[in-house]
């Protein structure tokens, strides 16, 4: 899987399957939204492709509604799909959901994820 940050996703060809992953809230004014290139869709997953894209821009939208229940029934549906690919990353998504839903979240909040930034 090929990660694609912001406009670069501009660059692809047509007919890429291309999903789209996360917003990087870099800092106040500054979001950066963030995609994936699946080069390996086997043939029999072809049949599922357009119900799992479906499947995946609603758990992205349910992220953002914090309907954190709704999220965890997407991502089991969807993890195994899309080759493995995206396992990792619904994996990370349970795992801040987990910890989304100890915080106290702004009604303003918009599901951007700020990285943590690591001094060396």
């Given at each position: 899987?090929?990660?694609?940050?912001?406009?670069?996703?501009?660059?692809?060809?047509?007919?890429?399957?291309?999903?789209?992953?996360?917003?990087l809230?870099?800092?106040n004014?500054?979001?950066?939204?963030?995609?994936?290139?699946?080069?390996?869709?086997?043939?029999?997953?072809?049949?599922?492709?357009?119900k799992?894209?479906?499947?995946?821009?609603?758990?992205?939208?349910?992220?953002?509604?914090?309907?954190?229940?709704?999220?965890?029934?997407?991502?089991?549906?969807?993890?195994?799909?899309?080759?493995?690919?995206?396992?990792?990353?619904?994996?990370?998504?349970?795992?801040?959901?987990?910890?989304?839903?100890?915080?106290?979240?702004?009604?303003?909040?918009?599901?951007?994820?700020?990285?943590?930034?690591?001094?060396?």
């Amino acid at each position: 899987m090929n990660i694609i940050f912001g406009d670069s996703i501009n660059l692809l060809p047509q007919g890429a399957i291309v999903l789209e992953l996360d917003t990087l809230r870099l800092d106040n004014d500054h979001k950066v939204k963030t995609y994936c290139v699946i080069e390996k869709l086997p043939e029999n997953e072809y049949i599922m492709l357009e119900k799992n894209k479906m499947l995946h821009t609603t758990l992205l939208d349910q992220y953002r509604q914090k309907n954190w229940e709704g999220c965890r029934q997407l991502i089991k549906a969807l993890h195994g799909q899309w080759s493995n690919e995206l396992d990792s990353f619904y994996d990370i998504l349970s795992e801040r959901i987990k910890q989304l839903e100890q915080d106290v979240l702004p009604n303003n909040w918009d599901g951007s994820f700020v990285p943590v930034k690591k001094s060396l």
